[in-house]
């Protein structure tokens, strides 16, 4: 797996990620980061190879490297049973579900906030949803190496296990008819997010305990998914931290 831009980079290191081979840009200045970075890999003995700029452009996804890229082994996700387990006995916790979201970006973003909020894990479809790539990691901004990140072959079958771990589960829907605002969004919370397409499909919603929406004045019709789920996710740390 390549990972891409000093920050994700910075962070993959930190949390002990192993590096199979890695790739600055020569003459690349130094810093507080790149110094850091020089460091890691110097820990696991991996030398870099310094090479043009065009060398790093060819090879990056968005062209947004800023001189560093490293690759690494096959991203590792974790199991369900292990998140949960690591929230057992705890009133508030929350999980990010993602329905089918198909950008890599929009995965990265969303874990990104899931990480800031203190989120237990993300959950992701195996098939027609986006990959933890390059893209993922870029937006992630090193999220993605905190984070716990699940991945299930049937969403509506994982809703179910989360009931049954004392869940609530919390789809987020224009269509709903209740605001964010006016529904009870702390304890334990697995957060539904559908796909930037169409929403969640009609298995999931039948399968959430409850829709919520966030209320709207302008003309767009919804906004983006990463958007809409960190401001879900911002109510329901506030809600916790009120005691709504």
Sequence with gaps: MRIEGRNAVLEALRSGLKVQRAMLLRGIKPGKNTDEILAHLQQQQIKPQYVARADLDKRSEHGAHQGVMIWTAPFEFSPL??????????????????????????????AR????????????????????TPAAHKAAAGALSH?????????SRTLQQLKDADFWIAGASEHAKTAVWDTQLNGRIALVM?????????????NCD?????????????????????????EFSRQCEDGA
């Design 81 to 110: 049973n292990q998140v949960v387990q690591n929230v057992e006995g705890q009133s508030n916790a929350l999980v990010i579900v993602l329905d089918h979201v198909t950008d890599p970006g929009n995965l990265g973003a969303i």
């Design 210 to 234: 409850f829709l919520v929406k966030l209320p709207q004045l302008g003309k767009v019709q919804s906004l983006n998914v990463a958007q809409a789920a960190t401001a879900l996710m911002y």
């Design 113 to 132: 906030s899931a990480e800031v909020f203190g989120a237990a894990g993300l959950i992701v479809a195996k098939d027609r949803a986006a990959a933890v």
């Design 194 to 206: 559908g796909a930037e397409d169409k929403g969640l499909s009609r298995l999931v919603k039948d």
């Design 147 to 155: 984070l716990p990140v699940v991945q299930v072959t049937n969403i």
